[in-house]
């Protein structure tokens, strides 16, 4: 597990996330720990590494 930081597309503010990186494809949808928005991930790795995380707005 890696631990990556992303800024919120709601409120702006700095969230963590753990990446399990053994996984090379996940999208999946996860409350903001600030202000409890749901936040759409698309999270890319290979070879232990963390290649591509992108944060969108639910349903944009």
Known sequence: M???F???PYCWES???LIDT???EQ???ED???CCNPIEFYVRSADSRVLIVEV???GQ
């Open 32 to 34: 903001c720990e600030v």
């Open 22 to 24: 053994s996984i090379p």
């Open 27 to 29: 999208d999946y949808v």
């Open 6 to 8: 992303v800024q919120c």
């Open 15 to 17: 969230i963590s996330i």
């Open 2 to 4: 890696i631990e990556h």
């Open 56 to 58: 969108r707005e639910l």
